[in-house]
């Protein structure tokens, strides 16, 4: 066996897909399970999107396009990001990505050179660390504190902020806690990356699924931000898109040129008729992806009941996303050790707090992407095992 680059072992899996596997070895088996750890829609993308997108495979578009997407969904993306983030943004300063990932992947590789150092607050998706420390760069871990509704605490940022610090990654609404940035936050997150020369990588692809009439802010609607921010977002969550693959970033051209040449080298560009669905995904009608999240409110809302009834076991509500993030702290067992006993013991699959940086022990990730059922006879599952083991 050749020896591999070191980089490797930078890089990370995610816990999900291992959860997942394990979850399908015990069905095998003839276990049954309920999986509450995927965060992939359970619907179906808007009847228009699939209609679009067959018809544009029948029409032949399967070919290559060019690499930064094509210039109508391009345009489609700016005008969405301009009228709801109140800038103005053009075709030029966006890029259409093989999804939100390689956006991601993209804007920290041509960021980051090995020493740098890359701020991420925690618990956090767990892509950005994994491909921030693949470039050679140094995480400096922020704490989220649930009691702070899980958004950042912006002295925390300032504490470990230094010379070094090239990056600043942020999510909104988060993954997996669901909490959201305030206003007054992002503002002092541009005033430090302006002062400072860092920038601030803000992944908002969670930006539609927010819940009890509250808004997205987002990064770039933040006086100056545009100078400094690369905005991530994309057609998976929104849309139920997730295997599309497309994501975007809308940056200012000297990055967006960037991560266009990343793209020439890697995946070349994201497929045609995807992108052709993804234009008619923007023009709506909305009322399926209204209906969705209408949905996730109600399971959210599901969850938080049944979880503060569980011995042990609290949670607040989370403001956006379709992830409950449960405090597990009173139960004495750690989050790997709860999540392996939930699933082999009451055959329920979510993720330990852990999955996502160790500030997320003492929690787990419970995913309500999936149907109403499911949380049901999930929650019903945790309650029965949690009484069962304090008797
Ligand atoms: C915070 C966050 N960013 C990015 C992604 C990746 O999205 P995509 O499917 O578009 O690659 C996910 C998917 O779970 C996510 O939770």
Avoid at 95 to 115: C, N, R, W
Wanted: charged residues 25%; negative net charge; contains cysteine.
């Amino acid at each position: 066996m050749p020896k591999l680059a070191n980089r490797m072992s930078s890089l990370g899996v995610e816990g999900a897909f291992i959860v997942l596997a394990k979850a399908r070895e015990l069905e095998r088996e003839g276990k049954d399970v309920i999986h509450l750890e995927i965060g992939e829609p359970g619907y179906l993308p808007p009847r228009h999107v699939l209609e679009a997108t067959k018809k544009a495979v029948d029409q032949g578009m399967t070919k290559y396009t060019p690499s930064a997407g094509i210039y109508e969904l391009r345009e489609a993306i700016a005008d969405r990001v301009s009228s709801t983030r109140g800038v103005d943004v053009s075709a030029e300063n966006v890029v259409v990505t093989v999804g939100a990932k390689m956006a991601i992947f993209a804007s920290l590789v041509m960021l980051v050179d090995p020493g740098d150092e890359v701020v991420i607050p925690m618990p956090a998706y767990p892509a950005y660390e994994s491909v921030a420390r693949f470039a050679g760069g140094v995480v400096k871990p922020v704490l989220l504190r649930e009691e702070k509704g899980f958004s950042p605490d912006v002295e925390d940022i300032l504490s470990v902020v230094s010379e070094k610090t090239k990056a600043i990654v942020i999510n909104t609404p988060g993954n997996p806690t669901g909490g959201i940035y305030k206003r007054e936050d992002l503002e002092e997150i541009v005033k430090l990356a302006i002062e400072k020369d860092i920038v601030i990588i803000s992944d908002e692809i969670y930006e539609d699924i927010i819940f009890d009439g509250k808004k997205h802010e987002s990064i770039l609607s933040v006086p100056g931000a545009e100078d400094v921010s690369i905005m991530i977002s994309g057609f998976s969550k929104t849309w139920a898109m997730t295997g599309y693959r497309l994501g975007y970033v809308v940056a200012k051209k000297e990055f967006t040129e960037k991560i266009t040449k990343i793209q020439i080298n890697t995946t070349s560009c994201p497929a045609h008729f995807t992108q052709i669905a993804a234009i008619e995904a923007l023009k709506g009608p909305w009322d399926e992806v209204k209906a969705m999240i209408e949905d996730y409110q109600y399971k959210r809302d599901l969850i938080y009941d049944e979880i503060n009834k569980i011995n042990g076991f609290t949670m607040i509500k989370p403001a956006g996303t379709f992830y409950a993030f449960p405090n597990i702290k009173k139960t004495g067992m750690s989050s790997e050790e709860m999540a392996t006993k939930l699933l082999e013991e009451a055959g329920v699959a979510l993720l330990p707090g852990t999955a996502f940086g160790d500030a997320g022990e003492g929690y787990l990730r419970i995913s309500f992407a999936g149907p109403r059922e499911d949380i049901v006879e999930g929650m019903k599952r945790i309650r029965e095992f949690m009484s069962s083991i304090s008797q």
